[in-house]
């Protein structure tokens, strides 16, 4: 009787904010399964979509037959631009997508801010410094470690430091996480910036692009560890819902019901940083997707986390499908980093945000 009392705090928020979320009642079967099929219609649209059209039959077609080991029965010129060159990308820009839309429900809830996402608690800015270390000096600079490897670090490192700065009297507080995170941000941007400097002229472009976020150089091998991470941590972090949904209530509450909130905040942070660092390892830094998405699938399914979590990743991963595919036609043949797009829809999002909800802003 005891348990079912202190958990009525936690339930009752959970209800509470699902009454207000248009698509609360329908099955969370019903809603991977409709989410999953934009998915892929965006996945193929995609990749249809280009300098040289092909149609999105013939898309499926040349997908299908790779899967199948079967003959697509398409030109050979179109299978290899499909397969070869545009389905590589469009899955990196899937799983990065997906990835930062977790990552950002994660972090929220960790630290109970609606603000938080990967770039403003620094994790991306620290994953940034990793991997521009060993693309401007080489990977012995951080000992033989390469650019999944170093980006890890960075993001390890930054959220550690935001952490410890953002703890008043042995706890922590939100408004001076979300500040930590910002200085952190941009004393990592500033390291980012003096590497940028001794690198070598001709490289420069290569990696200020990289860190406006582009899939443009995606390729099959990108995919095995970036999509084995995305899934098996967007996986586990599902199984930890309840926890979740208890974390954001309070640590009071959290601990009332059995939970050991350090160790679970610290795995959270080992967690986020792992998916932040390897998708900022393959795709630089993508800003406003982890910020944007979680309350995009919040006011439209609850704050229920066993639900929210698969939701954001594939509203998440089709998101970024459709911004990469914009980045690559809007200024043909020019293309455009990801994060002038991101931003472009992040901003206006949050302004609505704002003065839909005047309590954010107060």
Not at 91 to 104: E, I, K, Q, S
Not at 280 to 299: C, E, K, N, S
Request: charged share 10%; hydrophobic share 55%.
């Amino acid at each position: 009787m005891s348990a079912v009392v202190r958990e009525l705090p936690v339930a009752r928020k959970v209800r509470a904010s699902a009454r207000q979320a248009p698509l609360h009642g329908v099955p969370l079967s019903v809603c991977l399964l409709v989410l999953g099929g934009l998915l892929v219609l965006a996945v193929l649209v995609a990749a249809a979509v280009g300098s040289v059209s092909v149609s999105v039959g013939d898309s499926w077609r040349i997908v299908w037959a790779h899967l199948t080991g079967t003959p697509s029965g398409v030109d050979r010129a179109f299978d290899q631009i499909v397969w070869t060159f545009r389905i590589p990308r469009v899955l990196l820009a899937a799983l990065c997508g997906a990835g930062l839309a977790v990552a950002g429900v994660v972090l929220q809830a960790l630290v109970s801010n609606p603000l938080a996402d990967p770039f403003i608690l620094g994790v991306s800015a620290g994953g940034s410094v990793g991997a521009v270390v060993v693309m401007a000096l080489g990977a012995g600079a951080l000992g033989g470690l390469g650019v999944s490897g170093a980006a890890f670090v960075g993001a390890l490192l930054a959220v550690g430091l935001v952490f410890l700065l953002g703890q008043q009297r042995g706890r922590l507080n939100p408004v001076r996480l979300v500040l930590a995170g910002v200085a952190v941000s941009y004393v990592f941007t500033s390291i980012t910036s003096f590497l940028q400097l001794r690198t070598e002229p001709n490289n420069m472009r290569q990696i200020m692009f990289w860190l406006l976020g582009s899939v443009s150089g995606a390729h099959w091998s990108q995919l095995q560890v970036a999509g084995v991470v995305v899934v098996a941590v967007t996986v586990l972090l599902t199984f930890y819902g309840r926890q979740l949904n208890a974390l954001v209530t309070g640590d009071e509450s959290a601990t009332a019901l059995g939970i050991d909130v350090k160790r679970l905040r610290v795995l959270l942070i080992v967690l986020t940083s792992l998916l932040a660092g390897v998708l900022i390892a393959v795709a630089g830094g993508i800003g406003f997707v982890g910020l944007m998405v979680p309350h995009l699938v919040r006011l439209a399914f609850g704050v229920d986390h066993r639900r929210l979590l698969p939701l954001a990743a594939l509203v998440g991963a089709t998101y970024l499908v459709v911004v990469d595919l914009l980045s690559r036609t809007l200024d043909p043949p020019n293309e455009l980093p990801l994060n002038i797009l991101t931003a472009l829809f992040g901003a206006p999002f949050f302004i609505w945000l704002m003065r839909r909800d005047r309590s954010m802003a107060s």
